[in-house]
């Protein structure tokens, strides 16, 4: 019922910036939650944003400070804004819609901070 499609990653400079784009295929009235999360080659999934019931935003301890959420409902699209980035910001990233007991992902999109 709906495709996330993701963008935006890439190889960066230590302190550089990427942001990352997740376009829905339907609007996202209905969506209850988004979020970004990470997985990094042998490392678990984390979860790197999010925007919960009530538009509250939470950020990983790792990230606070250097990433920003955030969404345009007008264009179906969630955001991701990293700047600051360390080697250790490498790994897959992928954005993940609710609706009530549905969860949509996206393909991920490799964002790779070089030395």
């Known amino acids: 019922q709906v495709q996330l499609v993701e963008s935006g990653g890439g190889v960066v400079q230590p302190g550089g910036s990427l942001r990352l784009s997740c376009a829905a295929t339907r609007n996202m009235f209905d969506i209850y939650s988004e979020a970004w999360y990470r997985q990094a080659p042998g490392r678990v999934r984390e979860l790197v944003a999010a925007?919960?019931?009530?538009?509250?935003?939470n950020y990983a301890d790792a990230v606070k400070g250097r990433f920003t959420i955030s969404r345009d409902i007008a264009k179906n699209t969630l955001y991701l804004q990293m700047s600051a980035l360390k080697p250790e910001d490498g790994a897959v990233y992928l954005c993940e819609f609710r609706d009530g007991p549905n969860e949509y992902w996206g393909q991920g999109t490799q964002a790779t901070g070089s030395a």
């Open positions: 925007i919960t019931p009530g538009d509250n935003i």
